[in-house]
């Protein structure tokens, strides 16, 4: 019967052939729109509401459907919990058909590579939709500890700062002050979000904190609540004080400075949208397109800039490309890197 069929198939070749080919394709090759009409998607937050996680999911929420064909809506679950693992595994038990995208705090991607025993997940294999923005981070403190500068910083004996956990973002970043800079400071852990981290701040549990400037509430800035002393990433976005140094500036050595760029690596590829490893490859290109074209959608843009949410965004083939570089470190500079981050 086989053999019958492929002989008969060149009989039919030019238009007739074509028609026969495309009803020959793997189901999963539906036309997208048909599969993604009157379906629900949902974005799962590996954070709790209230973050600048929270926030660019609902951006995406807002906007995707616009450009996806079918226009499926979309509803944002927030899973928190180990770091963002949680979120992780939770995507990995949904169907794998494209309906579902996790977004949750970059660090995983260094935990991965530092502590594979913790974060099993090989983040090479995963189908990255793309990222909105890279994660613009500073370090600050309440204005009442009378630290205004970097020089005040370093001048201090001690300085207290929250913390969610070994590995997340807040926490290597007060970690990297301490052991590449120099800074005299100790964590304070359990904090489960930046809401949270940010209220230790104002109730004087803690004299700062590392955080992404996004999530920085405005009258912070407007009543002058808090002195920024450090920029963690290098695009300085508006609004932000041009007198704080960049952290990158201020390495003394190439060696630390790898190690600063491998810890850093999470804030470059900021707030990015992963689908499974399973989904198929139709569907992933699918959500790649609409996720191209719902970032330079200047309805995008506008919504974004009102809530004060940066947009420099990577196609999801550039995050993979990102992803592939950084587990190809050398693995001194991840020993040292996650001496860092796990303290």
């Known amino acids: 019967m086989l053999k019958t069929l492929a002989n008969w198939v060149p009989a039919f070749a030019g238009t007739s052939g074509l028609a026969f080919a495309a009803l020959m394709q793997p189901a999963h090759a539906e036309d997208t729109a048909s599969f993604f009409a009157g379906k629900t998607l949902r974005i799962i937050v590996g954070l709790p509401p209230g973050g600048s996680a929270d926030a660019y999911a609902r951006l995406v929420q807002r906007h995707l459907p616009t450009h996806l064909p079918g226009a499926p809506s979309i509803l944002v ?32 991607l260094t935990e991965a590579i530092t502590s594979p025993g913790h974060v099993s997940t090989d983040f090479r294999r995963q189908n990255w939709i793309g990222n909105v923005s890279e994660d613009a981070r500073i ?10 500068n970097w020089q ?5 004996k001690q300085v207290v700062f929250s913390a969610s956990a070994p590995g997340t973002a807040g926490y290597v970043d007060a970690a990297m002050l301490r052991d590449l800079f120099g800074v005299h400071l100790k964590q304070i852990n359990g904090y489960p979000g930046s809401a949270e981290m940010r209220l ?38 508006p609004g932000m004080d041009k007198s704080a ?28 949208f992963m689908a499974s490893e399973r989904v198929p490859a139709d569907r992933v290109a699918a959500l790649r397109r609409a996720f191209d074209a719902m970032v330079a959608d200047p309805a995008f843009r506008r919504d974004a800039e009102k809530q004060r949410l940066t947009v420099t965004p990577m196609s999801g083939e550039a995050v993979t490309r990102e992803i592939g570089a ?13 001496a860092i981050a796990a303290e």
């Open 77 to 108: 679950q927030n899973v928190p919990g180990a770091g963002g693992m949680k979120s992780v595994a939770y995507l990995e038990s949904l169907p794998d058909d494209g309906t579902a995208l996790a977004t949750f705090s970059s660090g995983l």
């Open 200 to 237: 230790a701040v104002e109730k004087g549990e803690v004299d700062g904190s590392c955080g992404g400037w996004t999530a920085t509430p405005d009258n912070w800035l407007t009543e002058y609540k808090i002195n920024v002393v450090v920029r963690l990433s290098p695009t300085l976005v």
């Open 245 to 272: 140094p960049y952290a990158g500036d201020l390495v003394k050595t190439e060696r630390e400075r790898s190690i600063f760029n491998f810890l850093m690596a999470p804030e470059k590829l900021g707030r990015l």
């Open 139 to 148: 370090c600050y403190l309440w204005h009442t500890t009378g630290v205004r």
């Open 326 to 338: 950084l587990y190809a470190t050398p693995p001194g500079i991840v020993a040292k890197a996650k």
């Open 152 to 156: 005040d910083l370093l001048a201090r």
